[in-house]
């Protein structure tokens, strides 16, 4: 499944609620494409994770979203979990280059655009922390690093409990806690 792309007339309004409510509703039809995908063909591949909510934990990590806002992101996604309509992918792929790296790849290919790319470097670590508490509490088997053939040749049977709402919950209690004055700036910028 490839990653949505919004189309700019399909955008919400600027609430942290309305906001929360669009993204998670673009991850539910993902994973509900997902979902499906394996049904048909015993196996469902998404280019990010269907779930996303690391995308928000990361912003909020660095102070690019208010602290009001992820814990919209919260809410929502929690919902959505506990309803059965988003979960845990049974494999994640995770590749975090240094920052080295991704410049160097940046400067060998003048042709991609990468507008967001200062944004998406300091994103690497809370990144980081986001799939390693995954990693943590079970919620998925997370591979560091992409094999060089694609997918790795054994893959993880399909888990019963990508849906599990206590899966959910300790994955969230396993990320490392903003100090009190972070997320009052946090609050004070992004209000």
């Known amino acids: ?21 669009f993204w998670c509703e673009v991850n539910t039809r993902r994973w509900l494409q997902a979902e499906h995908q394996e049904r048909r063909s015993g196996l469902a591949v998404c280019d990010d994770d269907p ?19 992820w814990q919209a992101e919260i809410d929502v996604h929690r919902r959505a979990v506990a309803d059965g309509k ?6 994640i792929l995770v590749s975090t280059p240094t920052e080295e790296e991704l410049r160097r790849r940046r400067d060998a290919d003048p ?27 079970g919620a998925a088997q997370v591979l560091w690093g992409l094999p060089p053939a694609g997918l790795p040749a054994k893959l ?13 919950d300790a994955v969230l209690a396993a990320l490392p806690r903003l100090s009190a004055t972070t997320e009052s700036e946090t609050l004070r910028s992004k209000s």
Do not use: T
């Not at 490839?2 to 409510?21: F, K, L, R, W």
């Not at 995308?55 to 208010?66: F, K, M, N, T, V």
């Not at 988003?86 to 494999?91: E, K, M, N, S, V």
């Not at 993880?156 to 959910?168: A, F, G, L, S, T």
């Open 1 to 21: 499944m490839p990653e949505y792309v919004p189309s700019g007339e399909d955008m919400p309004g600027p609430a942290p609620a309305e906001q929360a409510a």
């Open 51 to 69: 779930l996303k909510l690391h995308y928000a934990w990361s912003l909020a990590r660095i102070g690019e979203l208010s602290w009001r806002h």
């Open 86 to 91: 988003l979960g845990f992918a049974d494999l």
């Open 111 to 137: 042709v991609r655009r990468r507008r967001n790319f200062d944004l998406h470097v300091r994103l690497i670590e809370p990144l980081r922390q986001w799939y390693q508490a995954v990693e943590r509490v």
């Open 156 to 168: 993880p049977p399909p888990k019963d409990n990508r849906c599990d709402i206590d899966v959910y």
